[in-house]
Structure formats: C-alpha cells, structure tokens
C-alpha cells in the first residue's frame, strides 16, 4: 500500500499483492497520519477486505474515512523525438513513439521506426517505416531518399530512386493512399 499526501490529508492506494496483512502493518506505520481526512484509491479489482481494516486503523487515530476514488488513469504520453547524432549503420535499429531526426545518412540494412515523422539530415537507404502507429499524414523527409523500402502509415513502396534522380532535399507522404516522393521546397 502506498501513502502519500492530498490537500486535507492523506491518500491510500492500494497495489497488487497487497493482504490484509501487508495493509494493517503498513498502516501501523502510518498510523500518525491518519488522524484527518483518508481517502482510499481503488483501482477495478479491489479487495473489498482490504477496506475494513484501514476504516478500523482510521477511527482508532481520530480521523475519518473521507472517501473512495477510482484509480486515475495516466493519459497516453506522446513520446520524445529521438536525435540520432552520427549515421545509422546498417543492422542497426532506431524506434520512436513520436519522430526520429538522424543527424547522418541512415545505411542499406538499418531501420528506422517513429510513430510520426522521419528526418534525415544525408541520405535515406536504409529501411523507413513513418507513421507506424497508423498516422497517415506522416512524412519522411531527406536529403536524398534511395531506400528499398519506405512505409508511411499502412502503405508500403519498394524500389529506389537512382543517385542522378534528385538536385536537393526529397519529402515522402502520402496521397491518394500511394507513397509519393517529391523534391522539397519551403
């Protein structure tokens, strides 16, 4: 069982393997903060035993059982753009749940993963999979794009371009449900 603080007391929130036994003994250590206000947090699989003691703990201190609340759920964090700060060799694998930005070319062989955006700053031949968590409207933008295989969203294209094809930056998107690559202007 876990303690902490609220404004006008304190909060029990009870964690998995927790016994009647575990929560009386911890509430003995606690027993001088029970004194005020106790809420308890329960999550969908509660112990209903598990109240009985700490409402006996509370009244014992002087304090009153306040309230039950549901367990907050966290909302899903989006997460960091991961920097690679060389080239990625080939065999090596690059993951992201938001996007992924390559400082360096990314080598036939490696991989790179980002549920959003994908940006190399040199040459793309490697494996790019953009929008992996089903976002269509990713993209993949490099300075030159030759990979084999390039994934944006559901869609899959095969094949690359020729090193004579492109003067400057390509971007990757879809349209239409295709994957089409064209050079990038601001």
């Known amino acids: 069982m876990k303690v902490r603080g609220i404004r006008g007391g304190v909060l029990l929130r009870f964690e998995m393997g927790d016994d009647v036994s575990?929560?009386?003994?911890?509430?003995?250590?606690?027993?001088?903060?029970?004194?005020?206000?106790?809420?308890?947090?329960?999550?969908?699989?509660?112990?209903?035993?598990?109240?009985?003691?700490?409402?006996?703990?509370?009244?014992?201190?002087?304090?009153?059982?306040?309230?039950?609340?549901?367990?907050?759920?966290?909302?899903?964090?989006?997460?960091e753009t991961v920097i690679v700060g060389r080239t990625v060799r080939?065999?090596?694998?690059?993951?992201?749940?938001?996007?992924?930005?390559v400082l360096g070319d990314v080598n036939a062989g490696a991989e790179i993963l980002a549920a959003d955006d994908i940006i190399v700053l040199g040459t793309l031949r490697g494996l790019a999979h953009a929008g992996a968590a089903g976002n269509d409207r990713a993209i993949v933008w490099a300075q030159r794009i030759?990979?084999?295989?390039?994934?944006?969203?559901?869609?899959?294209?095969?094949?690359?371009?020729?090193?004579?094809?492109?003067?400057?930056?390509?971007?990757?998107?879809?349209k239409d449900g295709?994957?089409?690559?064209?050079?990038?202007t601001h």
């Open 178 to 184: 295709q994957i089409v690559i064209r050079p990038w």
């Open 22 to 79: 575990s929560v009386e003994s911890a509430l003995q250590e606690v027993r001088h903060l029970l004194d005020g206000n106790v809420s308890i947090e329960v999550g969908e699989r509660l112990d209903a035993s598990l109240i009985e003691p700490v409402q006996r703990a509370v009244v014992a201190a002087g304090g009153t059982l306040k309230d039950l609340r549901p367990t907050a759920v966290p909302e899903p964090q989006r997460g």
């Open 146 to 174: 030759l990979s084999h295989q390039l994934r944006i969203g559901s869609a899959v294209a095969q094949g690359a371009g020729s090193e004579e094809d492109a003067s400057g930056p390509e971007v990757a998107q879809l």
């Open 90 to 101: 080939s065999g090596a694998r690059v993951e992201s749940a938001a996007s992924v930005v």
